[in-house]
């Protein structure tokens, strides 16, 4: 037998070539189904919310409203085989007297629901979308105690990425204060009076303008100053984040672990969350900037890299119930929601996050209103930090001038 130890050259090269070539191939589908497969939205339904109408007995309340389960992709079908809520009541009396029930009926374009209201498996088509109805009934005692229901209605979600369970988030407030709640409750303050006033539990059906044409513009008068809470203005906004959804990354994980127990940035979610707005790039450049800056005696430069929001998170615990479950970020163009405030109610107005250390950050406000002002009327923070549900306070300067003066 001979053995040619000396291959031809030539071949050797069309041999490397092809090998190469095919890598190449291979590497291109490869990165070509990557491709396709990121496009591909994880969530690709938009859950839409309806507002609730409702119906109150003294011992027997019935609610209806609904979801919309929207697709809004090309060349994509995703299907819902199933839908179910539940339920929390949040009352200031007992709950064991109360019936409670719900019920989910399907609202489908080409398909009618069935008597026994059992959801069965529906395909929401490209650019198309479906309804469910979500009815409530409520019996019993004591029902004028009720203050909201916390609605979870879950969904499974079934398509290109796979199957996983959605949940969607509602508040539906049950209590609405009168007027009279908050009349006879003003305050002294340095530089004139406060009033903080109670409203129902806001949820993101609500909207700042209504809010204060409701509980505020009945006891204004020309001069005052009405201030809003950071979290009340992101919660109606829809900016509050389920941290069961959240997937903590690297950044997160490790970066949190060097925060204070009691910062809002010291949990893998929380900080996650700060991620999301800002990226993971400027939070690690932040931390790694910020840690040094601290060992030579400089602390907070950490959040005046990675941003406002920063500051302004609050995580799980940070707020009243039910949303003390989530983590709250700072509210969205705080400054266009006071402009509007004032172009819609004529009250200057301002955006505030105090705490009960005395401690006053202004983070919107009309031009007409002096700093020192609200400062000086807000440091005995008259809203509170618990559940207290005042989350607008009415300022009266002593002098109504100042407020149109600026000083």
């Known amino acids: 037998m001979n053995l040619d130890l000396n291959p031809d050259p030539a071949m050797i090269t069309v041999v490397i070539a092809t090998a190469i070539t095919l890598l190449a191939l ?45 697709n809004p992709y090309r060349k994509l079908e995703v299907m819902v ?21 719900i019920q ?22 490209s650019r198309k979308q479906t309804e469910a109805e979500i009815r409530i009934d409520l019996q019993g005692v004591d029902l004028d105690k009720l203050q909201a229901i916390w609605l979870r209605t879950h969904y499974l979600v079934y398509g290109p990425k796979g199957r996983f369970t959605k949940v969607h988030h509602q508040v539906i407030p049950l209590s609405f204060p009168s007027l009279e709640a908050s009349k006879g409750r003003w305050r002294p303050v340095a530089q004139g009076d406060v009033l903080p006033i109670r409203t129902h539990l806001l949820t993101p059906l609500d909207s700042p303008v209504a809010i204060v044409q409701r509980y505020v513009v009945p006891h204004a008068q020309a001069g005052d100053i009405v201030t809003i809470g950071e979290t009340p ?3 109606m906004q829809g900016r509050w984040q389920d941290p069961a959804e959240l997937k903590p990354g690297w950044v997160a994980s490790r ?55 920063a500051r302004l998170i609050d995580d799980v615990t940070g707020t009243l119930p039910p949303y003390d479950q989530f983590i709250v970020p700072g509210p969205d163009n705080p400054q266009q929601v006071v402009d509007q405030i004032k172009a819609e109610t004529g009250l200057s107005a301002a955006i505030v996050d105090v705490n009960d250390l005395q401690a006053v950050k202004i983070l919107a406000a009309t031009a007409d209103i002096p700093t020192q ?7 005995s923070n008259p809203a ?17 001038l100042q407020t149109r003066r600026g000083v």
């Open 26 to 70: 291979v590497a291109l589908v490869a990165l070509g189904l990557e491709s396709a497969y990121r496009r591909r939205p994880t969530d690709p339904l938009e859950v839409i919310a309806d507002e609730w109408q409702y119906s109150q007995q003294p011992q027997h309340y019935s609610l209806s409203g609904k979801l919309i389960f929207r």
């Open 81 to 101: 085989p199933q839908v179910w809520a539940e339920m929390t009541l949040l009352s200031q009396g007992n709950l064991e007297a109360i019936d409670q029930q």
């Open 104 to 125: 989910i009926i399907p609202h489908h374009p080409d398909a009618a629901a069935r008597p026994d209201g059992y959801w069965f498996a529906y395909i929401v088509k």
């Open 233 to 235: 203005i992101a919660i």
């Open 255 to 309: 970066v949190c672990q060097f925060f204070l127990p009691t910062s809002s940035l010291a949990t893998a979610c929380g900080m996650q969350s700060l991620v999301e707005i800002v990226g993971p790039t400027r939070v690690l450049f932040a931390f790694l900037i910020g840690s040094v800056a601290k060992l030579l005696g400089k602390p907070g430069v950490f959040y005046q890299l990675a941003g406002e929001q």
């Open 373 to 379: 002002l609200l400062e000086s009327a807000l440091r």
């Open 384 to 400: 509170g930090n618990a559940d207290e549900q005042t989350p607008v306070v009415l300022i009266r300067p002593t002098d109504p």
